[in-house]
C-alpha cells in the first residue's frame, strides 16, 4: 500500500502543476496541412521559437515503465493506484459519454514482478509490456518514434501479442471473432456497404478508449510528419500531408467526436509534457482535428459533375438540404457500411432529415433514374 498511496501523490502533484504553458500554441495560427506543420514544429525537437524547456525530449526505451508510473495508474475507474491497460480495464461507456466501472479481470501493479522480464504472455493476467499503438514495424523501430509515450502505452503482453500490428477498426461481430477479457476485440472488418476497402483482420478497443486510440494516430501524423510518408503501414496513405488513409480516417474522426477527451486523457497528456516536454495538441485543443482534415472529411467520395449540392456539411442541426434538379433517393450509411436511413428527396422537398442520427462521419449514396454519386456527410 506504501508504494500505491506513493504513486497516488506524485500523480496529484504531476497534474497539478503541469498544464498548458502560456503562448505553448500561439503559433499555430494556420488551417488545414499549415496548421498541422505548425503544431508539428511546437511538439516536435523543433521549438518553433519556444523556450528551450519545451523541446521534446527522448528519454529512450526503458525510460517508458519510469513514465507509466507518473502516466498509467488508475485512479479514474477502480481507484486503487494499479496500471490503467485500455485492453484490459473493464469500464462501460454511458450514451451520455460518462463511464460505469466494471469488474477487472486481472490487474497489475507497478513495482512487482508483473512487468515484462521476457517470460511469459500465454495468457491474459501475466505480465505487463510496452503496446506501440502505431506498431514498431511500421518505422522500423528507429527513436525517437519507438520511445514516444504518447502512443507507446502499458497493457497486457498476451492481448499486445494479439494484436500485432493488426489496424484498427470495427470488428464485424456476425464471423467468428476473438473477445479479451474487458470486450476489446479482434476479427474481420466489417467490410459491407458503400465506402468499403481493408478486408483484413482489425483490432478493436472498447468504446471508453476509441478517442484516446485516435488522437494517438492525430499525434503521431503531426510530430512526424516529415517521415511518414516513408512509413508502411496500411493504415497510412503514403502521403505527409493526408497521411492517414481515407477509410482509417473516417473511423478514427468518428471514433475522436464520439469519445470525447476525458479527465484520465488530460492527466496523462499533463503527466508525459513533465516528461518529455511535449504534449498532445488533439487533446488540448480537440477541434484542431477538423481544422486539419477538414477537405479530406467533407470532400464528396467520387468526382462528380457537380449537379448535385448537400449543405450544410459539417452539419450541426437535424436537416441537411438536398439541392438537385431530379427527385432523388437518399441512402445513408455509417461507417461500418450499415444503411441507417432512406428517404425521397424531390424537386420540392428537399431536406433530408439527420435528426436520429448520432455524431460522426457518414456516406450519402444519392440515386436518381440516370445514375447515383456519393457524398460524404459530417454531422457534429
Do not use: C
Not at 488545414?32 to 503544431?39: D, I, P, R, S
Not at 467520395?301 to 448535385?308: G, S
Not at 436511413?341 to 432529415?353: A, D, F, P, R, S
Amino acid at each position: 500500500m506504501k508504494h500505491i498511496d506513493l504513486i497516488l501523490t506524485l500523480l496529484i502533484s504531476t497534474v497539478a502543476f503541469s498544464q498548458i504553458p502560456t503562448g505553448y500554441y500561439d503559433s499555430a495560427t494556420g488551417t488545414g496541412f499549415v496548421l498541422k506543420t505548425q503544431l508539428k514544429n511546437i511538439i516536435d525537437n523543433n521549438n518553433d521559437g519556444l523556450a528551450t524547456e519545451y523541446i521534446a525530449q527522448d528519454l529512450g526505451y526503458s525510460a517508458l515503465y519510469d513514465t507509466y508510473e507518473f502516466s498509467d495508474i488508475d485512479v479514474y475507474f477502480e481507484n486503487n493506484g494499479t496500471l490503467l491497460d485500455m485492453y484490459s480495464e473493464g469500464v462501460f461507456q454511458n450514451p451520455d459519454n460518462t463511464s460505469t466501472n466494471l469488474p477487472d479481470a486481472y490487474e497489475y501493479t507497478y513495482g512487482s514482478n508483473q512487468q515484462d522480464d521476457g517470460t511469459l504472455g500465454t495468457a491474459e493476467g501475466q505480465r505487463f509490456n510496452r503496446e506501440h499503438v502505431i506498431p514498431q514495424s511500421s518505422f522500423n523501430s528507429a527513436s525517437p518514434m519507438r520511445n514516444d509515450a504518447h502512443f507507446v502505452i502499458p497493457s497486457d503482453k498476451y492481448v499486445n501479442a494479439q494484436r500485432a500490428n493488426l489496424p484498427y477498426g470495427f470488428v464485424d461481430t456476425t464471423t467468428q471473432f476473438d473477445e479479451y477479457s474487458n470486450g476489446t476485440k479482434r476479427g474481420e472488418n466489417t467490410t459491407t456497404g458503400v465506402g468499403s476497402s481493408y478486408n483484413g483482420d482489425v483490432f478493436e478497443p472498447i468504446d471508453e478508449f476509441k478517442g484516446d486510440i485516435a488522437r494517438m494516430y492525430f499525434f503521431f501524423a503531426t510530430r512526424y510528419e516529415d517521415q511518414i510518408d516513408g512509413f508502411n503501414y496500411v493504415m497510412f496513405d503514403g502521403t505527409q500531408n493526408q497521411a492517414i488513409d481515407q477509410p482509417f480516417l473516417d473511423v478514427l474522426y468518428n471514433w475522436h467526436i464520439n469519445d470525447p477527451v476525458s479527465q484520465r486523457e488530460i492527466d496523462r497528456n499533463n503527466a508525459i509534457f513533465n516528461r518529455q516536454d511535449n504534449r498532445n495538441p488533439f487533446i488540448d485543443n480537440p477541434q484542431f482535428v477538423f481544422e486539419i482534415w477538414q477537405t479530406a472529411l467533407s470532400v464528396d467520395e467520387f468526382q462528380t459533375q457537380d449537379i448535385v449540392k448537400m449543405y450544410p456539411n459539417p452539419a450541426n442541426g437535424n436537416i441537411v438540404y438536398i439541392d438537385s434538379n431530379i427527385n432523388l433517393v437518399a441512402e445513408v450509411y455509417d461507417v461500418l457500411g450499415k444503411k441507417v436511413n432512406v428517404q425521397t428527396i424531390n424537386t420540392n422537398q428537399k431536406q433530408l432529415q439527420i435528426s436520429t442520427l448520432s455524431r460522426g462521419v457518414y456516406l450519402v449514396k444519392l440515386t436518381s433514374e440516370n445514375g447515383s454519386i456519393t457524398k460524404k456527410l459530417i454531422k457534429q
